[in-house]
């Protein structure tokens, strides 16, 4: 779960700039491709995602969208026009975890 939540962390003021030239309209569906990209990659790395990898691309997409879910709106405004948020960096670790149990839940491993 750390691993995750700290790769999500270093990548995710870079991704938040790409995000915004990629998708101007979207940049948050933006930021969800590129962290479920990044975790599809790393998934046998990470602790908490599935050791079968055919679940592990579902298990990403699905922690991808609750994780964002999970994060206020005006959070998500305040990364995109600040480049930072210091409610995402408080809250990141809790958001990611009920994100990761409610997907291991889900995807069923």
Do not use: H
């Not at 003021?13 to 998708?23: E, I, K, N, R, Y």
């Not at 005006?74 to 960096?89: C, F, H, K, N, V």
């Amino acid at each position: 779960m750390k691993i995750f939540s700290s790769a999500i962390a270093a990548v995710l003021f870079s991704t938040c700039l790409l995000a915004g030239a990629a998708q101007a309209n979207d940049p948050i569906s933006a930021l969800k491709k590129a962290n479920t990209d990044m975790c599809i990659k790393i998934g046998s790395n990470v602790p908490d995602a599935p050791k079968d990898t055919k679940l592990t691309a579902p298990y990403c997409q699905c922690v991808s969208d609750n994780y964002w879910a999970s994060v206020p709106k005006a959070q998500q405004d305040e990364l995109l026009t600040r480049g930072t948020s210091p409610g995402i960096q408080t809250s990141m670790d809790a958001r990611m975890a009920s994100a990761q149990l409610a997907c291991k839940k889900k995807v069923g491993f």
